[in-house]
């Protein structure tokens, strides 16, 4: 389990959410956190086909497999077939726009968005969303920011922002993002995952305590 995704999914706001879309479910994590914190029922597309198998496995072991359904396609494709309008929509969607490919196919498709550019993210996103729906995702730092930029040519206005320290005193590494089809006063605070000593801190325990049996 990555940390990126297990924050993601303990800090997206529910708020009585009915439908919820993971985009970029992967092997089914957030999607089924989501599924844990939640009555919703939950849609979660993956298209590498390997992964999308896994999280029907993993689903169909867990309790909540009557609420998720994993679907293994493009998102292009799901935006363009589904009629479904969401309360919520989450993505740790792949982030790096120019940077090294990995050797490893898998890999590359996880982490580079040539699959899944921002624009075609924010096409389907503003598909999908409800007038008053919320979509969430977590993104590297200059990635976010640039996302930000580019979410308001959508007229999805970042309405929360949560920056995301590795460590005590080091750089801001991710940015958690919450859009919004209102603009709204920034709701901004930050989060430090490990302390100085490399054991989490207590304010990343208390956000993810519900799904670490170490906690």
Same mark, same amino acid.
């Given at each position: 389990?990555?940390?990126?995704?297990?924050?993601?999914?303990?800090?997206?706001?529910?708020?009585?959410?009915?439908?919820?879309?993971?985009?970029?479910?992967?092997?089914?994590?957030?999607?089924?956190?989501?599924?844990? +914190?939640? $009555?919703?029922?939950?849609?979660?597309? *993956?298209?590498? &086909?390997?992964?999308?198998?896994?999280?029907? #496995? @993993?689903?169909?072991?867990?309790?909540?497999?009557?609420?998720?359904?994993?679907?293994?396609?493009?998102?292009?494709?799901?935006?363009?077939?589904?009629?479904?309008?969401?309360?919520?929509?989450?993505?740790?969607?792949?982030?790096?726009?120019?940077?090294?490919?990995?050797?490893?196919?898998?890999?590359?498709?996880? +982490?580079? $968005?040539?699959?899944?550019?921002?624009? *075609?993210?924010? &096409?389907?996103?503003?598909?999908?969303?409800? #007038? @008053?729906?919320?979509?969430?995702?977590?993104?590297?730092?200059?990635?976010?920011?640039?996302?930000?930029?580019?979410?308001?040519?959508?007229?999805?206005?970042?309405?929360?922002?949560?920056?995301?320290?590795?460590?005590?005193?080091?750089?801001?590494?991710?940015?958690?993002?919450?859009?919004?089809?209102?603009?709204?006063?920034?709701?901004?605070?930050?989060?430090?995952?490990?302390?100085?000593?490399?054991?989490?801190?207590?304010?990343?325990? @208390?956000?993810?305590?519900?799904?670490?049996?170490?906690?």
């Amino acid at each position: 389990m990555g940390t990126d995704g297990v924050m993601l999914g303990a800090w997206a706001t529910i708020d009585n959410a009915k439908t919820i879309l993971d985009v970029g479910t992967g092997t089914g994590l957030i999607a089924l956190m989501l599924a844990q +914190r939640s $009555n919703a029922t939950i849609d979660a597309v *993956e298209i590498d &086909e390997p992964s999308a198998q896994q999280a029907i #496995e @993993n689903v169909n072991s867990s309790r909540w497999q009557n609420r998720v359904a994993v679907h293994c396609q493009p998102f292009q494709q799901f935006a363009k077939e589904t009629n479904i309008r969401y309360d919520l929509i989450v993505s740790n969607p792949p982030y790096f726009i120019k940077s090294l490919k990995s050797e490893e196919a898998a890999r590359t498709v996880a +982490r580079h $968005n040539e699959l899944l550019p921002h624009t *075609e993210l924010l &096409e389907g996103v503003n598909k999908l969303l409800n #007038e @008053n729906g919320r979509f969430v995702g977590i993104f590297p730092y200059v990635e976010g920011n640039v996302f930000v930029a580019l979410a308001s040519s959508y007229n999805l206005y970042c309405t929360k922002r949560i920056s995301i320290y590795g460590k005590l005193n080091g750089p801001v590494k991710r940015l958690m993002l919450e859009f919004g089809r209102n603009k709204l006063p920034l709701d901004e605070t930050s989060i430090t995952v490990r302390g100085v000593d490399g054991e989490y801190t207590p304010e990343y325990v @208390n956000l993810t305590k519900d799904f670490y049996l170490a906690f």
